[in-house]
Nanobody
Framework: QVQVVESGGGLVQAGGSLTLSCTASGVIFRINAMNWYRQAPGKQRELVAKITSGGDTGYADSVKGRFAISRDNAKNTANLQMNSLKSEDTAVYYC?????????WGQGTQVTVSS
């Protein structure tokens, strides 16, 4: 059983910053990648940022230069530092843990950016 828990969401003004945290616990053989997705009302879930076990990262074009993902392999955690937030960043943010045999998802954390 693998549990994924996100934290750090909240309400912030445009131009502000937030840091989201994700922790995976339970029986995890190996985590290949930890990813952050988001889903805004009426829109499909989209990949925001990803990081492999080796530290390679990738970002959606809409967040490049503003968001930074980091990871602690020993603790099975991944953080998403979000700067210069815009109203269009408002969404529920989900952590995804990509293992060798399955994907695991958290319940999501709400990020609301007021303009």
């Amino acid at each position: 059983q693998v549990q994924v828990v996100e934290s750090g969401g909240g309400l912030v003004q445009a131009g502000g910053s937030l840091t989201l945290s994700c922790t995976a616990s339970g029986v995890i053989f190996r985590i290949n990648a930890m990813n952050w997705y988001r889903q805004a009302p009426g829109k499909q879930r989209e990949l925001v940022a990803k990081i492999t076990s080796g530290g390679d990262t990738g970002y959606a074009d809409s967040v490049k230069g503003r968001f930074a993902i980091s990871r602690d392999n020993a603790k099975n955690t991944a953080n998403l530092q979000m700067n210069s937030l815009k109203s269009e960043d408002t969404a529920v943010y989900y952590c995804n843990v990509h293992g060798p045999f399955a994907d695991y998802w958290g319940q999501g954390t709400q990020v609301t950016v007021s303009s």
